[in-house]
């Protein structure tokens, strides 16, 4: 592929806050900083009132005082999970001696806090995180709708997407708490968010050749392997547009997810660690959805030909540290499997 811009692309700002504060001072000395950072404002004066704001507006950012007449911010946050239907980042304002009410709010479902009096500083960095945080919320449900096209069009109905998403994030947490190093939580999370676009090439290839329910032939079988650059490209494009983090690693999945170990795979016949790592969890991932459950060319096959299988297949398809975290803890990903049974 060709080389790609590493420069993220700046993505447009959270611009509606509401704001939960019976103080009509405290409410005007928010409303005034927050509109000068170029923020559209909602109040509400209690609890109740800021629900009713945020039923209409669902902003997708809250800040809130605790003590409130009518109804309190502990109600407004546990009242704004229930009903909220985008991620709401809340922050909590309360005074330094309350800590026990920050514990609880946050045991509620608030993502930080502030004291009072706030620190304008304070509140501008940790407004940057939340609107970081939305952003990132969003990204996940447009990569998650981008991957159901392909879904759609398969007669691989059920939760193919989903169990590759857990099985991914399973193997990179064995991975990392053996002491990869090139993992961490937020890698492995990204890692789960954008599995599911592994077959996002699949939309360029005819229904004919997906769906076929016997075995392909040998040009049938060469066209169903471009999916794999198709996805690379779709993505690549996507990323060179937006600079996500996300779409740089969905497009390495995309793209390697059929290299092998052995350098025996394509599209490009990477080998070893020249496979991305994101790669090489996501291949083993696949395989193993694809082993055990029903497919219009095949039937499930048992636990012990699956395992037999990823065994022999240990450093030639598989990266034989990634098949020893799945032989290892094997059970888990039959637990995953029934959790996500597919239809009929």
Same mark, same amino acid.
């Given at each position: 592929?060709?080389?790609?811009?590493?420069?993220?692309? !700046?993505?447009?700002?959270?611009?509606?806050?509401?704001?939960?504060?019976?103080?009509?001072?405290?409410?005007?000395?928010?409303?005034?900083?927050?509109?000068?950072?170029?923020?559209?404002?909602?109040? +509400?004066?209690?609890?109740?009132?800021?629900?009713?704001?945020?039923?209409?507006?669902?902003?997708?950012?809250?800040?809130?005082?605790?003590?409130?007449?009518?109804?309190?911010?502990?109600?407004?946050?546990?009242?704004?999970?229930?009903?909220?239907?985008?991620?709401?980042? *809340?922050?909590?304002? &309360?005074?330094?001696?309350?800590?026990?009410?920050?514990?609880?709010?946050? &045991?509620?479902?608030?993502?930080?806090?502030?004291?009072?009096?706030?620190?304008?500083?304070?509140?501008?960095?940790?407004?940057?995180?939340?609107?970081?945080?939305?952003? *990132?919320?969003?990204?996940?449900?447009?990569?998650?709708?981008?991957?159901?096209?392909?879904?759609?069009?398969?007669?691989? !109905?059920?939760?193919?997407?989903?169990?590759?998403?857990?099985?991914?994030?399973?193997?990179?947490?064995?991975?990392?708490?053996? +002491?990869? !190093?090139?993992?961490?939580?937020?890698?492995?999370?990204?890692?789960?968010?954008?599995?599911?676009?592994?077959?996002?090439?699949?939309?360029? =290839?005819?229904?004919?050749?997906?769906?076929?329910?016997?075995?392909?032939?040998?040009?049938?079988?060469?066209?169903?392997?471009?999916?794999?650059?198709? +996805?690379?490209? =779709?993505?690549?494009?996507?990323?060179?547009?937006?600079?996500?983090?996300?779409?740089?690693?969905?497009?390495?999945?995309?793209?390697?997810?059929?290299?092998?170990?052995?350098?025996?795979?394509?599209?490009?016949?990477?080998?070893?660690?020249?496979?991305?790592?994101?790669?090489?969890?996501?291949?083993?991932?696949?395989?193993?959805?694809?082993?055990?459950?029903?497919?219009?060319?095949?039937?499930?096959?048992?636990?012990?030909?699956?395992?037999?299988? *990823?065994?022999?297949?240990?450093?030639?398809?598989?990266?034989?540290?990634?098949?020893?975290?799945?032989?290892?803890?094997?059970?888990?990903?039959?637990?995953?499997?029934?959790?996500?049974?597919?239809?009929?």
């Amino acid at each position: 592929m060709s080389t790609i811009n590493e420069t993220p692309a !700046t993505s447009p700002a959270i611009t509606t806050i509401l704001i939960a504060e019976d103080s009509a001072l405290q409410r005007k000395v928010l409303h005034d900083y927050l509109a000068s950072l170029g923020y559209n404002i909602l109040a +509400g004066e209690n609890g109740r009132q800021a629900l009713q704001l945020f039923l209409t507006n669902q902003p997708r950012i809250v800040i809130t005082d605790l003590e409130m007449p009518v109804m309190d911010g502990f109600e407004l946050i546990r009242e704004i999970r229930r009903q909220e239907i985008h991620y709401t980042h *809340i922050t909590v304002l &309360s005074s330094v001696e309350r800590k026990e009410s920050v514990v609880r709010a946050i &045991s509620l479902g608030a993502d930080d806090y502030l004291s009072k009096p706030f620190h304008p500083d304070e509140m501008t960095v940790r407004l940057e995180a939340a609107e970081r945080l939305v952003r *990132i919320q969003s990204q996940e449900r447009i990569i998650l709708l981008m991957a159901k096209l392909t879904d759609y069009r398969s007669p691989e !109905t059920g939760f193919h997407i989903e169990r590759v998403q857990h099985y991914t994030r399973l193997l990179a947490q064995i991975l990392a708490n053996r +002491g990869n !190093t090139a993992l961490n939580k937020r890698i492995v999370a990204t890692f789960y968010s954008v599995a599911c676009l592994h077959d996002i090439g699949k939309v360029a =290839i005819p229904d004919e050749i997906l769906n076929k329910p016997g075995k392909l032939s040998d040009s049938e079988y060469e066209l169903m392997k471009t999916h794999a650059e198709q +996805g690379g490209k =779709i993505l690549d494009e996507a990323y060179r547009e937006i600079g996500s983090e996300f779409l740089r690693t969905a497009r390495d999945i995309a793209l390697c997810h059929h290299e092998k170990y052995d350098g025996s795979g394509y599209p490009q016949g990477l080998s070893g660690e020249e496979i991305p790592l994101s790669a090489r969890i996501v291949a083993l991932a696949d395989v193993f959805d694809a082993l055990s459950s029903h497919r219009v060319y095949k039937d499930a096959y048992p636990p012990e030909r699956c395992r037999r299988i *990823i065994e022999e297949e240990s450093g030639c398809h598989f990266d034989p540290d990634i098949a020893r975290a799945f032989l290892d803890y094997e059970e888990q990903f039959w637990v995953i499997h029934q959790q996500f049974p597919d239809e009929g």
